[in-house]
C-alpha cells in the first residue's frame, strides 16, 4: 500500500510538467538609440496556412499567438502607451500590403510592433503528430524606417496546452525587457 502512494503521489507530481507550455526567449538589440515610443502599433501577422500536410493548427498556434500579443496590448496600456492592436491573416484575407501601411499611417503610431509566426513545429507524441509548438518573432521597426531596432524570439513547445496566464506572464517578460532595453 505504502509504495503505491508512492508512486500516486510522484505521478501526481509529474502531470503539471505534461500539461504546461515551454517557452524559451531571446532578445536582439540594436545599438542604435531610437526614441522611446509613445504610441504602437501592433500587428499580428501569420503567414502559415493553418493547416498543412492534413494537420489542423488554427486552435492552438493562433489562439497562443494573439493572446500573447492581446496580453503586450494591455502591458503597454497599463505603462502609459497607447496601442492599437490588428491581427492579420496574410493568407486569409482581402487585404493587401497598401491597405495595412494606410491603416498604420492613420493611426500615425511612433513604432510598429510586429508579431509572428516564423515556423510551426512537428511534434510526434503518444497521440499522434501535429503541430503542436513554433517560432514567432516580435519585432518594434520605428516609422519611416524599414530595419527593426529591436526583437524578440520566442520559441514554443505544448502551446496547445499554454493558458491565458502563461501567455500573460510571457508578456510581462517581453515588456519587462524592453523596459530594462530602454526600448519604453
Not at 538589440?29 to 488554427?58: C, F, H
Not at 491597405?99 to 508579431?115: G, Q, R, T, W
Not at 520566442?154 to 526600448?183: C, H, R, W
Request: a neutral charge; charged letters at 20%; one cysteine or more.
Amino acid at each position: 500500500m505504502k509504495t503505491l502512494l508512492t508512486y500516486l503521489f510522484i505521478a501526481s507530481l509529474c502531470i503539471p510538467l505534461y500539461s504546461c507550455a515551454s517557452y524559451n526567449l531571446s532578445y536582439v538589440k540594436s545599438a542604435e538609440i531610437k526614441p522611446k515610443p509613445n504610441k504602437l502599433y501592433i500587428l499580428v501577422t501569420d503567414s502559415i496556412p493553418s493547416e498543412r500536410y492534413g494537420i489542423n493548427t488554427s486552435g492552438s498556434q493562433n489562439d497562443f499567438m494573439v493572446n500573447l500579443s492581446k496580453n503586450i496590448s494591455i502591458c503597454l496600456t497599463q505603462n502609459g502607451i497607447k496601442n492599437r492592436l490588428k491581427v492579420h491573416s496574410e493568407i486569409y484575407t482581402l487585404e493587401n500590403d497598401d491597405d495595412i501601411s494606410l491603416k498604420i499611417k492613420n493611426y500615425e503610431p511612433d513604432a510598429v510592433m510586429n508579431v509572428k509566426r516564423e515556423q510551426s513545429l512537428l511534434l510526434s507524441g503518444k497521440y499522434g503528430t501535429g503541430y503542436n509548438g513554433g517560432i514567432y518573432t516580435i519585432t518594434i521597426t520605428a516609422m519611416g524606417d524599414k530595419k527593426p531596432y529591436w526583437k524578440a524570439i520566442v520559441e514554443t513547445i505544448n502551446e496547445y496546452y499554454s493558458s491565458d496566464a502563461e501567455s500573460t506572464d510571457l508578456a510581462k517578460q517581453v515588456i519587462d525587457k524592453l523596459k530594462a532595453d530602454g526600448i519604453i
